[in-house]
C-alpha cells in the first residue's frame, strides 16, 4: 500500500471515530469516550498533538493506557495481516 494513501486512510478512520465520539457523548446510544479514545491512538500516529493527549490521558488513567497499548497492537498485526507486511520486531 503506498505511503500517501495509507496516511489519507488513518487520517479518515481517525477523525471519523473522533466525529463518532463527539456524537456519542451526546447521544445515549454510543460510547463517546471510547470512540475519542479509538480516534486518538488512530490520530497519535500522524499529529503530535494526539500523541500528547493520548500521553496525558495514560498517565492520569493508567488502566486505560494499558487497555490502549493491547488495543493498539492487536490493531497493528490485524492491519499487517490485512495489508500482507511481514511481523517486525
Given at each position: 500500500?503506498?505511503?500517501?494513501?495509507?496516511?489519507?486512510?488513518v487520517?479518515?478512520?481517525?477523525?471519523?471515530?473522533?466525529?463518532?465520539?463527539?456524537?456519542?457523548?451526546?447521544?445515549?446510544?454510543?460510547?463517546?469516550?471510547?470512540?475519542?479514545?479509538?480516534?486518538?491512538?488512530?490520530?497519535s500516529?500522524?499529529?503530535?498533538?494526539?500523541?500528547?493527549?493520548?500521553?496525558?490521558?495514560?498517565?492520569?488513567?493508567?488502566?486505560?493506557?494499558?487497555?490502549?497499548?493491547?488495543?493498539?497492537?492487536?490493531?497493528?498485526?490485524?492491519?499487517?495481516?490485512?495489508?500482507?507486511?511481514?511481523?517486525?520486531d
Open positions: 500500500m503506498k505511503a500517501y494513501t495509507k496516511r489519507i486512510l487520517l479518515i478512520v481517525g477523525w471519523a471515530f473522533i466525529v463518532l465520539g463527539i456524537l456519542g457523548l451526546f447521544l445515549p446510544i454510543l460510547q463517546g469516550v471510547l470512540f475519542l479514545l479509538i480516534g486518538l491512538i488512530i490520530l500516529s500522524e499529529y503530535v498533538w494526539a500523541h500528547r493527549l493520548l500521553t496525558k490521558v495514560r498517565e492520569r488513567f493508567p488502566k486505560i493506557g494499558r487497555t490502549a497499548d493491547l488495543a493498539t497492537e492487536k490493531a497493528t498485526a490485524w492491519l499487517r495481516r490485512i495489508t500482507g507486511q511481514p511481523k517486525t
